[in-house]
T-cell receptor, first 116, second 113 residues
Framework: DTEVTQTPKHLVMGMTNKKSLKCEQHMGHRAMYWYKQKAKKPPELMFV???????INESVPSRFSPECPNSSLLNLHLHALQPEDSALYLCASSIRPGLTHTDTQYFGPGTRLTVL | EDKVVQSPLSLVVHEGDTVTLNCSYEVTNFRSLLWYKQEKKAPTFLFMLTSSGIEKKSGRLSSILDKKELFSILNITATQTGDSAVYLCAVARILNTGNQFYFGTGTSLTVIP
């Protein structure tokens, strides 16, 4: 099973709503990532979790709040978003973070978020 | 400043043509370079390159890395309409906490029948 799943596939929310994006993998990967991708642009890294701990936060606004409850699950909690936050949100995982192992990222299908 | 630059930005070819996509990088603590194909949804993995001069091949696609000149190329021979996509290059750099990935802007390939 080399699959990363994401729910929901599409989400429309108002600027005052609170919602969450979910990402799951059962490949035993210990690094998980959130990316944001705008149309015709490459993915931009938002957060990296290594062994369920937040290891990288790329100066993302606090209205995005990541959570990694266990090694298989990664959430992104959304609150008071702006219309410019509308994008495709991609989750990815890779085998193992660390200095001695090269690894490959596997991407989920993404959640298409629209903020009204 | 770390950066990954891809060229050309877009390319239109006819079926059967051969194309070469370029990726150059300036990234500290380089670990590996990855190529992805992105159609309408998530990027799908093509190749990971860590050593210079060793060609990776999968069907009509092949890729090679030059760590001295800091670039990689992706070749697609006998192109088909199904090859139409955005091809993304990403570079992984080593941090104490794990890998960090930088993506290039992508090359949009359109293959005309």
């Amino acid at each position: 099973d080399t699959e990363v799943t994401q729910t929901p596939k599409h989400l429309v929310m108002g600027m005052t709503n609170k919602k969450s994006l979910k990402c799951e993998q059962h490949m035993g990967h210990r690094a998980m990532y959130w990316y944001k991708q705008k149309a015709k642009k490459p993915p931009e890294l938002m957060f990296v979790y290594s062994y369920e701990k937040l290891s990288i936060n790329e100066s993302v606004p606090s209205r995005f709040s990541p959570e990694c409850p266990n090694s298989s699950l990664l959430n992104l909690h959304l609150h008071a978003l702006q219309p410019e936050d509308s994008a495709l949100y991609l989750c990815a995982s890779s085998i193992r973070p660390g200095l001695t192992h090269t690894d490959t990222q596997y991407f989920g299908p993404g959640t298409r978020l629209t903020v009204l | 400043e770390d950066k990954v630059v891809q060229s050309p930005l877009s390319l239109v070819v006819h079926e059967g043509d051969t194309v070469t996509l370029n990726c150059s990088y300036e990234v500290t603590n380089f670990r590996s370079l990855l190529w992805y194909k992105q159609e309408k949804k998530a990027p799908t993995f093509l190749f990971m390159l860590t050593s210079s001069g060793i060609e990776k091949k999968s069907g009509r696609l092949s890729s090679i890395l030059d760590k001295k000149e800091l670039f990689s190329i992706l070749n697609i021979t006998a192109t088909q309409t199904g090859d139409s996509a955005v091809y993304l290059c990403a570079v992984a750099r080593i941090l104490n906490t794990g890998n960090q990935f930088y993506f290039g802007t992508g090359t949009s390939l359109t293959v005309i029948p």
